[in-house]
């Protein structure tokens, strides 16, 4: 069964804390690979997709990374604004399927 | 665009009764899912419709769960009759299938609380 597993479930930072989250999975013949950010009563906001081991993208303090089997999300001397939930997810080949997601990321970044 | 747009926001209910959640998809878009969020399971795949038919219904929970799509601007999700595990967080999202980025983009969400 395809699976979707992120880690570390929290994560607390102080202002300007750099660190990562994991994302690894099982799906194989991946088709895409995304980054969702979601804010407390909200939907989730796309982020990124990665397509291919080796590709990298960058947005703000962020930036995504994708190996075969599991995937990074750099945050970059973060501010108290990132705090939110980081969930990531699969598209299995196919075209036009449904994605898989992990559990998410809850980030707390403190001033 | 509006985006994804939801109704109802927020539903309250009493275990027994009809609830239906409404998505009208971002124009343009052939793709339509419909999940729902927990804290125990996460964000969990009910159903999807490509063109309006519906492709694959395997995450819809039992015979209570019903959805349909009219017409390319409009789905509807039914839970009849409605139980307290059913509540949740039920989002729609839509995508454009394109050779290589077929992003989802997600409504605002019905929080749905069945009493």
């Known amino acids: 069964e395809d699976q979707v597993t992120q880690s570390p479930e929290a994560l607390r930072l102080q202002e300007g804390e750099s660190s990562s989250l994991n994302c690894s999975y099982t799906?194989?013949?991946?088709?895409?690979l995304f980054w969702y950010r979601q804010d407390p009563g909200k939907g989730p906001e796309f982020l990124f997709t990665l397509y291919s081991a080796g590709e990298e993208k960058e947005k703000e303090r962020l930036k995504a990374t994708l190996t075969k089997k599991e995937s990074f999300l750099h945050i970059t001397a973060p501010k108290p604004e990132d705090s939110a939930t980081y969930l990531c997810a699969v598209q299995p080949p196919g075209g036009g399927t449904a994605l898989i997601f992990g559990k998410g990321t809850t980030l707390s970044v403190s001033s | 665009d509006a985006g994804v747009i939801q109704s109802p926001r927020h539903e309250v209910t009493e275990m027994g009764q009809e609830v239906t959640l409404r998505c009208k998809p971002i124009s343009g878009h052939d793709y339509l899912f419909w999940y729902r969020q927990t804290m125990m399971r996460g964000l969990e795949l009910l159903i999807y419709?490509?063109?309006?038919?519906?492709?694959?219904d395997s995450g819809m929970p039992e015979d209570r769960f019903s959805a349909k799509m009219p017409n390319a601007s409009f789905s509807t999700l039914k839970i009849q009759p409605s139980e307290p595990r059913d509540s949740a967080v039920y989002f729609c999202a839509s995508s454009y299938y394109g050779r290589r980025s077929d992003t989802q983009y997600f409504g605002p969400g019905t929080r749905l609380t069945v009493l």
């Open positions: 799906v194989s013949g991946l088709r895409g």
């Open positions: 419709f490509n063109n309006n038919v519906p492709i694959d």
